[in-house]
């Protein structure tokens, strides 16, 4: 938060302030009291281990490494934790291959920087140093396809926590135990870089799986619309197709989050046809819409498919 005449933070209270802002009124740092709040307030089923892990690795002010296949809840888990962690709502990093500091720590207004200088009145703060200095988490999505230098930045700012600006002659330090980051990735993903020895000894690795079948039936309860039914045979079959298609040779393999927008789709459909329950035929037509995410999968979903409606 903003104190004396800190520009910088003034500015990134007012910008920033307003997004962050949680419903939760203090820090949630029980894993039980977690696990709970996370059903109830955010419809997600999560292990109580992986709030354990990940909690006990912000007490020792280590980031943490979601790694999994993707539909697995990675992102989503992330960001409800981190605002359990700091009762603020984090900020999200959707990582590329250009991103660098000046995306993420702030650059300077080209306009601003001519008339007035390279000083704080020309400075843009970005997200990474608006959460340094509002106290809450960063959840940094699909490190993998950032490069190493970034990589190393970051791993430096949360060891250190602290941002140098050297435009500014100016060290942000922070001490809150707010900010706190969790880094995603999906190692079979194509298109990405490795993350270094260096990289995965500063940070605490919780692997993500596909959910045993009664959790993820669980989730799907939990998550589609209460408005239009989906009797208990039809979920059996879409759980029945996702986990073939999870052993099939096919490259994209169908996630939690994948099967619950499956049935959401199938809803919708039902509603369309002014229906109050999910038919066979509804889930049909929304199958492939949602399961085919890759062209050369489509003749062997189709099959598998096929083979069940």
Aim: charged share 30%; with cysteine; glycine share 6%.
């Amino acid at each position: 938060m903003p104190t004396g005449n800190d520009r910088i933070a003034e500015i990134i209270d007012e910008t920033y302030g307003p997004i962050v802002k949680s419903r939760l009124e203090h820090p949630v740092r029980t894993p039980e009291l977690a696990v709970k709040i996370l059903e109830e307030q955010y419809k997600l089923i999560v292990d109580k281990r992986i709030v354990s892990l990940t909690f006990a690795a912000f007490m020792n002010s280590r980031p943490v490494l979601y790694e999994g296949p993707p539909g697995t809840g990675k992102t989503e888990i992330g960001e409800a934790l981190l605002e359990l962690w700091s009762a603020r709502k984090p900020f999200v990093l959707p990582c590329s291959e250009n991103y660098d500091e000046y995306k993420i720590i702030g650059d300077f207004h080209p306009l601003l920087a001519l008339r007035k200088g390279f000083n704080e009145e020309s400075f843009i703060p970005r997200p990474l140093l608006a959460a340094f200095i509002l106290g809450t988490g960063v959840l940094v999505d699909e490190i993998r396809r950032s490069s190493e230098e970034f990589h190393n930045l970051l791993l430096d700012i949360a060891d250190k926590r602290r941002i140098i600006v050297p435009e500014l002659r100016r060290a942000f330090t922070q001490t809150s135990e707010g900010f706190q980051i969790v880094f995603t990735s999906n190692p079979e993903d194509i298109g990405q870089n490795e993350l270094s020895d260096a990289f995965l000894r500063r940070v605490v690795r919780i692997e993500f799986t596909y959910p045993p079948r009664n959790v993820e039936e669980k989730i799907l309860k939990l998550r589609m619309s209460p408005d239009i039914d989906i009797p208990g045979d039809v979920r059996s079959i879409m759980l029945d197709i996702v986990e073939d298609l999870r052993e099939a040779p096919i490259n994209y393999k169908p996630g939690t989050a994948d099967i619950v927008l499956w049935a959401r789709m199938s809803q919708a459909i039902a509603s369309l046809r002014g229906r109050s329950t999910v038919g066979i035929d509804c889930l049909r037509e929304a199958a492939l819409s949602t399961l085919v995410k890759r062209p050369e999968d489509a003749h062997t979903v189709r099959e598998i498919v096929n083979s069940y409606l």
